[in-house]
Nanobody, 124 residues
Framework: QVQLVESGGGLVQSGESLRLSCLAS????????MGWFRQAPGKEREFVGL????????YIHDSVKGRFAISRDSFKNTVYLQMNSLIPNDTAVYYC?????????????????WGQGTQVTVSS
């Protein structure tokens, strides 16, 4: 049974930082590119970034580039989303995703597995 379990969400003030974690089980972790998406109330789910399964390079969406970073620990089967200088517009449910393949157009449609999501709320 595949499980992606996010943790680390919460309520923070504008300018603060959070680190989200996603623990994967039931998959061969190093075979998957791991991504993060978010969904704000009343909005569609949007891509935040990913870390490739090979090489460990990351791709961060322009909307959060320079503030967010992604890393992975293959020994712990865990992927992280470090979020700095948070702003109220970052308020959303953040989802971890595992994908064999990535595409720039509608990347959420090629996700193989989703986590249950963790709420991040940034107050002004």
């Amino acid at each position: 049974q595949v499980q992606l379990v996010e943790s680390g969400g919460g309520l923070v003030q504008s300018g603060e930082s959070l680190r989200l974690s996603c623990l994967a089980s039931g998959i061969t972790f190093d075979s998957y590119t791991m991504g993060w998406f978010r969904q704000a109330p009343g909005k569609e789910r949007e891509f935040v970034g990913l870390i490739w399964r090979i090489g460990g390079e990351t791709y961060i969406h322009d909307s959060v580039k320079g503030r967010f970073a992604i890393s992975r620990d293959s020994f712990k089967n865990t992927v992280y989303l470090q979020m700095n200088s948070l702003i109220p517009n970052d308020t959303a449910v953040y989802y971890c995703a595992a994908m064999k393949f990535y595409r720039a157009f509608e990347p959420e449609k090629v996700v193989d597995y989703w986590g249950q999501g963790t709420q991040v709320t940034v107050s002004s």
